[in-house]
C-alpha cells in the first residue's frame, strides 16, 4: 500500500462545474495535509493546508478533511481553465515537517 | 513568487559524473529541504537541514549529500550520477520546522 494514493485521472470539468479531488494515506499518525498545484513544467504551488477535521475554505477552494477515514480531498468550485495543472496530495507525519510525503498526483483538465 | 530560488535551472551531465545544485531560502528561513520529482511522479523526500545540522533523511543512497550554510542557503550534491537520475530537483524553504514548505523553482537535471 502507497503512503499516499490520489485518484489516477485525468480528471475533465467542464469549465463552470466543480471539480473533486481524493487522497488517502496510511499513516495514522500524520498531523498536517497539503494540497499543492503544478503546471506543467513549473514547480509544485501551496493552495491549502488543513490540520483538523472538517472543512476549510479558502475562496473557490475547499479541503476536507477526515483523520478517521484517513481521507482528505479538494474541491474546486466554478471551475476555470487556468484551473488545469496536477494537483498534488502531501501529508506530513507531524506539525514539525520532518518530510513531506507526496501523492503522485491527479492531473485535472478543465474543459471550456 | 515564493522567494526561494534555485541554480541553475537546467544541467546535462553523462553518467558517473558529479553535479551540485544550490538554493537560496526565502528571508527568514532557517530550514530547507531537498526533493526529486521523476517524470509523472510526485516529489520524494532526500533530506532536510535545520540550521545547518541534518534532521531527517529519505530513502536515497550516500552519493547524494548536502550542506547548509550559516546564511541557510544549502547545496545539494550527487556522486556517480546514474541514468535513474535524471529529474527535476526541487528546493523547498520553511521559516522553521514548524511552518509550510515553500518551493523554488527547481533544476532540471538530465543524465545522458
Known amino acids: 500500500q502507497k503512503e499516499v494514493e490520489q485518484n489516477s485521472g485525468p480528471l475533465s470539468v467542464p469549465e463552470g462545474a466543480i471539480a473533486s479531488l481524493n487522497c488517502t494515506y496510511s499513516?495514522?499518525?500524520?498531523?498536517?495535509f497539503f494540497w499543492y498545484r503544478q503546471y506543467s513544467g513549473k514547480s509544485p504551488e501551496l493552495i491549502m493546508s488543513i490540520y483538523s477535521n472538517g472543512d476549510k475554505e479558502d475562496g473557490r477552494f475547499t479541503a476536507q478533511l477526515n483523520k478517521a477515514s484517513q481521507y482528505v480531498s479538494l474541491l474546486i468550485r466554478d471551475s476555470q481553465p487556468s484551473d488545469s495543472a496536477t494537483y498534488l496530495c502531501?501529508?506530513?507525519?507531524?506539525?514539525?515537517?520532518?518530510?513531506?510525503?507526496f501523492g503522485t498526483g491527479t492531473r485535472l483538465t478543465i474543459i471550456p | 513568487e515564493t522567494g526561494v530560488t534555485q541554480s541553475p535551472t537546467h544541467l546535462i551531465k553523462t553518467r558517473g559524473q558529479q553535479v551540485t545544485l544550490r538554493c537560496s531560502s526565502q528571508?527568514?528561513?532557517?530550514?530547507v529541504s531537498w526533493y526529486q520529482q521523476a517524470l509523472g511522479q510526485g516529489p520524494q523526500f532526500i533530506f532536510q537541514y535545520y540550521r545547518e545540522e541534518e534532521n531527517g533523511r529519505g530513502n536515497f543512497p550516500p552519493r547524494f549529500s548536502g550542506l547548509q550554510f550559516p546564511n541557510y542557503s544549502s547545496e545539494l550534491n550527487v556522486n556517480a550520477l546514474e541514468l535513474d537520475d535524471s529529474a527535476l530537483y526541487l528546493c523547498?524553504?520553511?521559516?522553521?520546522?514548524?511552518?509550510?514548505?515553500?518551493f523554488g523553482p527547481g533544476t532540471r537535471l538530465l543524465v545522458l
Open positions: 528571508s527568514g528561513h532557517n530550514t
Open positions: 499513516d495514522r499518525g500524520s498531523q498536517s
Open positions: 502531501a501529508v506530513a507525519t507531524r506539525f514539525g515537517n520532518e518530510k513531506l510525503t
Open positions: 523547498a524553504s520553511s521559516r522553521t520546522l514548524q511552518e509550510t514548505q515553500y
